[in-house]
């Protein structure tokens, strides 16, 4: 059965964003995902924009009463928390330096979160809120918005059930060359952040474009784990250094398999997306969003084969996620109507302490946004230390 | 500036769905479009179902108040006219042979009608809604839902400005293989009755999938008229007969140029979707729907260009429909939310009797939905008469 | 076994050319083709040039003996037909109004013929040559170039395993953009004959381009017999006229599949070559000579698969002609090659009597040729008829 | 002007083989390099295969005179050196191993040589080679077959031309699946000496495939040299260790780019070939031989280019070694064909002291070939060290 909008939960959550206004290009597709359907989400409040007049504009324009937009998100936690009708779940959609003080402020006021990536600048701070949001016993989603891409399930089942054998290689890619030179640095208020590591943190492309997609590598293959990598990043645009606009990275895993990354924003004239390939003993799956839909899968000494969505073909995972059904093009938003939903079911459940839900809902939690942090902390380590390789490490902050 | 969901009307319409249930593929793609922002249009009520109580139990399933459920839409129509917030417009995607009497029963009980495609059997039905619908001064929009891909407003642009001279060659198809059998003919309730004349109307494959591509073709192209055509359609599933699952047209322009369409649902294996190729004098364009942010613009004897969606260079027109930006893939969600909401300006303008905004709009509107009634009159008129060629008549009833 | 160069045949035949000198593009493909391995053919003499001077010039610098460069072919014939080793084949590469009466004083001199097409201006002519052949024991081959890459030998074994269960539509198409103005009909002396309907003949896209796709179409199906077509031609650049630079035809086949062909040498900044794609009611073939190792094959309800060239998995009859292996990007030299082969292979057995490997023999012949002429014969007549249907006419000359 | 086969030099070069017999897939694609036109080399003799009787055979069956088909090199530089007609230059397809001892006996018998590649094991040997070539005023033409491609040279002069700007990142692939398990290690005499260290020498993929691409790297980059890299090699086939089947190479050039190169022989399923992206602070440039006649050109901001081999648009190096013209199919028979004329033009002015052509001459050269020596030599380095960076050293032997 298709997904066609019909309820997966008792009642829409009362939402509200921080961030995400009329100059943010990510908040309309949090807004997108979020109210899809109009059966996960219901959006009720908002502290929009840093510019409070400008924010409540624009958020009377999105259909929210006046009174609850706010001018900021600790007069709404506040407000809010006294309505009987207040917010029960936040989604975060500013620069990445303000994420770990919202976080907390909106987990101490009780509410789920849902969160832009990367979560935060240090596992330490990743490790705290995980403590934080097990005792208030909230969610905290992490929005890898490409990730809810069905056929990215399709691999994961395939890779699962042997199709391609033992995983010996790993090929990854998410560049574009917008940042070719440093125009917008000085001219965008969304890009200028991004360069700034007191805003950014200590990464540019790393944190900005491969968390996404070192998280869907996650996605397809959980069972494999980095044993040590190498990255080697430049700062081609030279005021951006010590942030990055090109990185490689090198990695082994744990089961002998080794892979490559690749991430820039000065891949001059690439309009290319996420571009993914596992290579295994028997077989290869490869996937590029631009034709999102549509999976490579080489068996050596066979014709290649092309899967291709909603068709009855692929695996029940898949096309549990499907919307649209075959001939009609998904893309983005689709993707992200499906990451939202899961996340309206995993605080559903939440609320129910239904952990049976929990445990077999396919999503980007907490964990996925600490792997995140993590993933730019070996990254960032292994790059200052002249580009060698380190052991990739999982470690825990002391209050866990 | 990008779409991103802010009001472009004072406030969104009341709006109800005539089918569309848990069984309809297109009803929820009407719903993807029309609640997108939640700006233009608001679902409060549904006659969704045949069933009614199935009809009830979905429509609850998608928010709606059980007492707005209806069990059909006479009823829908005689209960909303009497509450002061009653519906506004209503969306019909039920099977053809039911369209011409709710359009005709929407529009008496003063509503705006969206209406599925191939819009009724016969262009004096098409003429006599035209009239009573200017008599009623309301919109009847036809949910051509591919065209409101942008791209094809930048070919619009791109050939209005000469960029390919004088137009010589149209190349049009739309094919799948999805019936290249009997099997779901038997088996599938949306399938059943496509290829049942009393339900369907004189046509299969002309009427479900040319129309869409037809209609592309005028708004790519709004001066080119034909002047004459060709049609030569099999049925390959014998038991189709007289109707067609496979088609080609020849047509003739009034400006010298020729072109061709190829429509079918027996084109075994074809997941392929829209396809449009314009040649003219000076250069050619093509769109394909699976990668919908692309044009190839090729000038003889120069490098082929392509364009691609978001990026600056391309016509305000195309950049004004943008909502997700460059890198970020659009699919057919979009699209439809694309012409959901200038159904909503147009609906808007007419009530504020602003016919300059209409004038402007680029939208599938009632002529559009007469052209595709007209467009397989002709095409019948060809095949039933041992595929010749025909004028392409331009008729209208009587009492016009 | 892969081709390799090893001989074929006992010794190369002795060749010579009518044509094809240096301001010739496809004298050299001949060359390229004949000559791929020195085991099938030799040039030893030629009349390669009307400029009797600059093709002596010619054929001294691609090594032919200074005393066997011709002025023209009558004296070639008549004084290698004194010489113990004379020449026992002639390839001609003329404008096409010169094919007959070359082509016939050849065989009259007791050579082998090779031709470029399309063959003759009329069928009458073409069984005429075919029945002078018989007599004379002679090969006469047609330099369908193209038609040599093995993948069409593929789609063929295919198709007769019934992969692609009955045939029920093909598309062809063979078009370009090269003649979208006329700079070249007026300074290009290669393309100035093309438009000249007393040397060119009655067509000009349809013979030149479109003969190929035909014989391909027929290679690949040769069960496939046209009822009636339909052939709609344009000459955009009117001083063409009456010669037509686009055409559509449509086709019945017999076994009650239709069909469709576009050829065009006004298809704007098109580069596309080859496009040939066969529908049964199981699956579908669909082979583009740009990826020419390349072959779609689309089961409907399965994945889409791809075969390559040169895989173990292909039929043997497609391998025999397999030349660089796999990873190894073979094209139109290639192609030509393996025509050439197939020439001297039935110019041996013709030689030798030997009719079981003429029998088996899959290669352009006279009766290739012949077809390509009844084609552009049965398209002109459509086309000068209105673009009417008329019955595919295989008649012949009185005299066979 | 076209290249048509009429000659470049005075008459061609008497050309011998060692290897490339019946059993190689290589042999077969030299003869169809040198033998294109027959106006560059003619192949009088030969020692084609270790089996003698096999090898005179073959020779005989592709035209050798069989008292000219040699048991080993050794007796054929012996007695054509006693022959008036004697052979003037050979071409060397054995086992890598048997390179070193050949080209030194072709040399020192004052052949001029063509050679596989890898050439030689080390560098030592390769400076000793071409101190002796140097000494007897011989060329020695290395054979990166792909590498004649000439939208390679059209890469070359735009970047020349500044049409990137500086260049800032080289992507270089060359991988393919086809030793996905060790099958063919055991059975294909073939692949058997490829993974043997004793006679393929210190590495697999990184001398077989790799030193292509880097090659290319090198043509289309003259300027670029790199100051360190980094290899990271693994035997995904156990008994394959130490050779390596998968490599990954980091690289820093003088002039701050980075670049990366993936070759391998386990990408499952993977029929790729080569794929070359160069990336400048302006554009870039895409290369992928298997649609080896387009070359990308992407400048940020501008819609993307797709640049089309024999176009007037291309630059005239490029256009130089344009043999079938635009719409006609170009593959690797073409390519070898290039290489070896300008084996043959070069041959032939180092025999007239013309050393202006020869400077002017781009063709893989002995240069070329020591550097694809260095090249693995500085990758098994950085491998055997750990998969370390290290400084690229371009040493040259003592006795140089």
Redesign the interface.
């Known amino acids: 059965m298709?997904?066609?909008?019909?309820?997966k939960i008792a009642r829409?959550f009362r939402w509200a964003m921080v961030g995400g206004g009329?100059l943010s290009?990510v908040?309309?597709?949090h807004?997108?995902g979020a109210?899809?359907?109009?059966?996960a989400f219901k959006?009720v409040a908002g502290a929009f924009d840093i510019d409070a007049e400008r924010g409540k504009e624009?958020g009377v324009?999105?259909?929210v009463d006046e009174n609850r937009c706010y001018p900021d998100y600790k007069t709404m936690f506040a407000e809010e928390a006294n309505r009987e009708d207040g917010i029960e779940v936040v989604s975060i959609a500013t620069p990445n330096g303000t994420h770990y003080e919202i976080c907390k402020a909106a987990l101490e006021a009780g509410l789920h979160v849902i969160c832009e990536k990367p979560l935060f600048f240090t596992s330490e701070e990743g490790e705290e809120i995980k403590a934080l949001a097990a005792r208030k016993g909230k969610i905290v989603g992490v929005t890898y918005g490409f990730s809810g891409n069905q056929m990215l399930l399709q691999m994961r089942a395939m890779i699962e059930q042997g199709k391609?054998?033992d995983i010996?290689?790993v090929e990854l890619q998410y560049t574009?060359?917008?940042s070719?030179?440093d125009a917008a640095d000085k001219t965008s208020a969304a890009q200028k952040w991004r360069v700034d590591p007191k805003v950014a943190g200590p990464s540019f492309v790393l944190g900005d474009l491969s968390t996404h997609t070192y998280y869907m590598s996650q996605l397809i293959m959980p069972q494999m784990k980095i044993k040590k990598l190498?990255c080697?990043r430049?700062s081609?645009v030279g005021s951006r250094a010590p942030l990055e606009d090109?990185a490689?990275v090198?990695m082994h895993y744990e089961n002998g398999a080794?892979g490559?990354l690749?991430t820039?924003s000065?891949?001059?004239?690439?309009?290319?997306?996420h571009r993914i390939r596992i290579?295994?003993?028997?077989?290869?799956l490869e996937w590029w969003?631009?034709?999102?839909?549509e999976l490579k899968?080489?068996?050596?000494?066979?014709?290649?084969?092309?899967?291709?969505r909603a068709?009855?073909?692929l695996d029940d995972s898949c096309n549990a996620d499907e919307?649209?059904?075959?001939?009609?093009?998904?893309?983005?938003?689709?993707s992200w109507a499906n990451i939202y939903l899961k996340f309206a079911i995993a605080m559903d459940a939440k609320n129910r302490n239904d952990e049976e839900t929990l445990k077999n809902l396919v999503y980007p939690d907490i964990d996925a946004g600490l792997d995140g942090i993590r993933w730019i902390e070996n990254c960032v380590r292994s790059a200052d230390n002249?580009?060698?390789?380190v052991e990739f490490e999982y470690k825990k902050a002391a209050l866990v």
């Open positions: 298709m997904l066609n909008g019909e309820k829409p009329r290009q908040g309309y597709k807004r997108t109210l899809r359907d109009n059966t959006l624009f324009n999105i259909g391609i054998g010996r290689m574009h060359g917008f070719a030179n190498l080697d430049q081609f090109n490689y090198l080794v490559r690749w820039s000065v891949n001059t004239g690439c309009m290319d997306g290579v295994g003993s028997k077989g290869s969003d631009n034709l999102g839909g899968y080489e068996v050596q000494g066979e014709p290649t084969q092309t899967l291709i068709m009855p073909y919307r649209l059904g075959a001939l009609h093009v998904e893309g983005l938003s689709d002249g580009s060698t390789w």
